[in-house]
DNA sequence: GTCTATATTTAGATAGAC
DNA sequence: GTCTATCTAAATATAGAC
């Protein structure tokens, strides 16, 4: 079928076996995905696939290669807001966002086995993810000092604690069922300065 | 080996399978464990352990079994409880407890996935779940009726929302650090009776 | 009840023609 | 670059002796 070598053509297609691939393995897992059903759901053969990628694990990484734009532009997004609570409320609405969505909530589960298992992989998302959590950082220090967030918290800490509670939020969902309202209900609450006492001591 | 059919003995041997079969699914995975391995860490052949389960969903499932006896002691530790929020805290602190132990994080991780491909282990793991929400349930009914945690919360969807918190806190595991302190101040902050706003509107 | 040995199946990866 | 055909390895589960 390749008229020439047409680099368009040739990288829709990469892209295109990495999408085929991460719908299944999302909804099937990694290991009882087989390379043969991600090339008959890309409409090619087993030696196509290898041909552009060097090995399944390869495949199952450049499923979330495509999440490192994307987590930049989410940060610079809010890099500049002023009000900086709301930022952070918003930031952690977008990165819940997708949580309906069972596949990706299969996909951070198999995203969370994986990762321990390969090391690129982990390279990969800890880049994502640090992208973000700095970015959390930031708002949540300028909100110490505005006085809008409790200044007893640690930035770094209290960002990828966060990031674990949007992480519950996919592990929560139930379809037709928005996780936002508890999100942010959570995240104003940690955020918030505490008044004189917790509670009357147990 | 067998002195006689002692019942104490291959009872307890079971359960020796089924302790060196969840160390090894925890750190490796399902599916990259081999019940030739489990055999060998319990010191036996693979045909002795399907003389015992019945194939290797089921020696999966075995590790989740033990969990129901634990969970309605657990809740029934707190029911009676005068005070219903440090109640409901140290609850979600016994639930956290092993979250510091990256195995029992693999193995959250490992039982998210497969739960949804084996009906009989949802089964297992819902019955269990179902304690531990009616059990948080009715704390937080009480502390809504005396006035320590906001009516406006349903005492169900919270249950269900705080227990997602738990799974973060294994989530979010690192060996060092205790969970627990962010934990705490969560739920605290998510239980939390209102002020008259929350913030100055976004 | 426990073992050794093996049947069976499946999947990742490659060879080599076109 | 893409295919068909296949090699190779591994793992579940069972047979059958003891």
Redesign the pocket.
């Known amino acids: 079928?390749?008229r020439r070598?047409d680099?368009q053509?040739?990288a829709r297609?990469k892209d295109e076996i990495a999408v085929a691939a991460g719908r299944l393995f999302a909804t099937n897992g990694f290991?009882?995905?087989?390379?043969?059903q991600v090339?008959a759901a890309a409409?090619?053969?087993?030696?196509?696939v290898?041909?552009?990628f060097?090995?399944?694990?390869a495949l199952f990484r450049a499923v979330f290669e495509r999440d490192l734009p994307t987590a930049e532009a989410l940060v610079g997004r809010y890099a500049d807001a002023e009000a900086p609570v709301p930022a952070i409320l918003d930031m952690l609405s977008q990165l819940a966002e997708d949580a309906a969505d069972p596949a990706a909530s299969g996909m951070l589960v198999e995203l969370l086995r994986r990762v321990d298992h390969d090391p690129e992989l982990l390279a990969v998302v800890m880049r994502t993810a640090e992208v973000i959590r700095e970015g959390l950082a930031t708002l949540i220090a300028r909100g110490i000092a505005d006085g809008d967030i409790d200044a007893e918290l640690e930035p770094a800490g209290t960002a990828t604690w966060l990031q674990a509670v949007v992480d519950a939020t996919y592990l929560n969902a139930s379809p037709g069922h928005s996780p936002l309202p508890e999100l942010r209900r959570t995240a104003l609450g940690y955020l918030a300065p505490r008044w004189k006492e917790e509670t009357k001591t147990p």
């Open positions: 079928m390749p070598a680099p053509r040739i297609k290991e009882r995905t087989s390379v043969a090339a409409g090619t053969s087993t030696a196509s290898f041909y552009y060097s090995d399944k694990a």
